[in-house]
């Protein structure tokens, strides 16, 4: 069936540098994605969104782009500090307003 | 902001035992949610609900029930509690596609 994948299981980042989330998704029609960060023992929490019609959205440090030509999302998070440290994931609308999750990608930031 | 609360952050429970997970929003959001989340298996669709008294299955319903009498509580109901029924259970509600998350409760079945 269609999912939702991300690239790279972990991500190690140096503290101060920039860090790039991959994720690939398979349901061209999907019109809403949405990244959640979810920290050790608590539940995802919202970061951004982006709908179809928008190839990028800034946030405060965080920057989606959004290619639908290849069916890719990117989460960008500009100045990695310590705190931001978590699993993050990508979701995508699949309809009736359920979203379908990828299996996460566990980011590491060294000091 | 949105507060999803989840009546449990940890249980333990008997093979066979009939469990019942609590989820309650104040945003009075139509649409609520139950996930189950797995190391490598990201988050699963067990039940969701549209509306009070309306239920529909996700991917993973089998060994689950749900219930939602009022609008802001949605209750997950494991019937017969077995091993592979371990692991954390998330809520969410949502008005549209923005789902906001409870912080869980992770659930061990010994």
Redesign the interface.
């Known amino acids: 069936g269609e999912s939702v994948g991300l690239h790279l299981?972990t991500l190690s980042v140096q503290e101060g540098d920039n860090s790039i989330i991959n994720c690939a998704y398979s349901n061209s029609a999907s019109d809403?994605f949405?990244w959640?960060k979810q920290e050790s023992?608590?539940?995802?929490?919202?970061i951004i969104?982006i709908r179809s019609n928008m190839d990028k959205r800034q946030g405060q440090r965080v920057t989606v782009l959004l290619n639908k030509t290849v069916k890719h999302l990117s989460l960008q998070i500009a100045a990695t500090q310590p705190g931001d440290s978590a699993v993050y994931?990508c979701?995508e609308?699949i309809g009736?307003?359920?979203?379908?999750?990828?299996?996460?990608t566990t980011v590491t930031v060294r000091a | 902001d949105v507060k999803v609360t989840q009546s449990s952050r940890y249980l333990v429970k008997r093979t066979g035992e009939k469990v019942f997970l609590e989820c309650v929003q104040d945003m009075d959001h139509e649409n609520m949610f139950w996930y189950r989340q797995d190391p490598g298996l990201g988050l699963r669709l067990i039940y969701f609900s549209y509306d009070v008294k309306m239920k529909e299955k996700g991917d993973i319903p089998e060994g689950y029930s749900v219930s939602r009498e009022k609008k802001e509580r949605f209750s997950l109901i494991l019937e017969s509690a077995s091993t592979n029924q371990t692991s954390m259970y998330l809520c969410a509600s949502s008005l549209r596609q923005k789902a906001f998350f409870g912080q869980g409760t992770r659930l061990t079945v010994v």
């Open positions: 299981p809403y949405i959640y023992g608590k539940g995802p929490q919202f969104d994931f979701a609308n009736d307003y359920k979203l379908s999750f990828g299996a996460g």
